[in-house]
Each structure stands twice: as C-alpha cells, then as structure tokens.
C-alpha cells in the first residue's frame, strides 16, 4: 500500500491476474469490478489524502489508471465506488481513448457514509488507518435524500450506463424514488454489515434461512434491476433446490 494506491495498476497486481485467468478460462462470463483506491491506499481512504484531507482532483487520474487496467485485464463492467466528484467522465474518456468502447460503467452513485460498511473494513484493513477522519467528505449524509437525485443527474450526463444504491435495506426510499425519475437500470449492495446481521441473526436461531430471499425481494420490489449480494453463493443454491 501507498499513498497513490499504485499497487492497483501495476501488472503485476494478483487481483488482475486473477481477473484474466477467469477471463481466460470463462470468456462468456460478465465480470464487474470496484474502482476506489482504498484496499490500496496507505492512508485507507477511496481518495487521495492530503495535509488531512481527500483532494478530488488528484484522485481521479489514479481511478482512471485502475479502470483501464480492469479493462485491460477483461472486466466488462466497471464499478467506481469513490464518490469523488467528476469520476464518471474521467473512467468514460480513459476507457474510450485505450479502446474500450464497450466497456460499462455501473456508478456507485448514492453511497452513502454508513455504519454497515465495518465487516469490509475489517478485511482490508483500512478502519485503523483514518485517525480522526472518516469518509463522511465525500460519501453521503444519510438523513439527506436530495442528494441522491442530483448524483445520478451527474453520473447518469457523465456517462454511467447503471446505477447503484448502497448500502441496501437501509435505503430502499432512494432505490424507489430513483426508479421512478430514471430509465436506467437501478441496483442495490446489500453489503458486508447487512449480510453479517442476517447470517448471525440465522446461525444463533433467532431467523429462519427464508429471509434472504425475503430481504432480497425488497429489492426488487423497491425497484432494482439486480442486487449485489454477499449471499449470491447461498441464493443460487436456494433457487435451485
């Protein structure tokens, strides 16, 4: 990790790697992946870090560097999950100008500053890395549904072929409200907190296994065209049984 995240480019990144020898192997599958610079980045933050503080500016050549090199590694869809301002059209115009046309963009773009998130942060490691700062900067205030309209106005002029809500349960009224005033394709992460909650809740017999696809249905209901799920594995399984 340092302070650019340049770890997230470079070819010899396991993570890339990994991407292609799927790619390889599984040409017809659609792979997406997430642009920020956290898991990366010495400070922990999604954005550049700065005196103490994140500077917009500086991290989108960085955001851009890491999607062509997804792109390049066989990721069709790319995920920027930063929420710095202005990123959208940057990952648009990198991707076009090395000769990915095709590749899409699903833009995080209501990601809101949230306490779901600690699971994720464990695992990577950034959670001790903030000191007195957190990401409440750049991502959203969660009492504020406005916002999340004019985020997806941007993003949406920017390029983004889809959009994201994340977390999921918490913010089904934005998932909605976006619906009904865009015709672009609506998904929901239902992150690493929300499926902690619910797995400890069945494992210590206070729910029954039913409410995954119960809180799943929500989603769908809310108006999403898809989920992002750390359940995906145990669904496939339900769905077939």
Known sequence: KDKESTYSYHQDNFYLQAINSIKNKFPNVTLMSDVAMD????DGHDGYVENGEIINDKTLPILAKMAVAQAQAGIDIIGPSDMMDGRVGVIREALDQNGFTNTSIMSYTAKYASSFYGPFRHAVGSSNNFGNKDKSTYQMDYGNSKEAIREAELDI???????????????????SKLNQKFDVPIFAYQVSGEYSMIMNAINNGLLDRSVILE???????????????????????????
């Open 39 to 42: 898991p990366y980045s010495s």
């Open 157 to 175: 002029s920017e390029g983004a072929d889809m959009i994201m809500v994340k977390p999921g349960l918490p913010y089904l009224d934005i998932i």
């Open 215 to 241: 809180t799943l249905t929500s989603f769908k209901r809310a108006g999403c065209s898809g989920i992002l799920t750390y359940f995906a594995p145990i669904v496939s399984k339900i769905l077939n049984e």
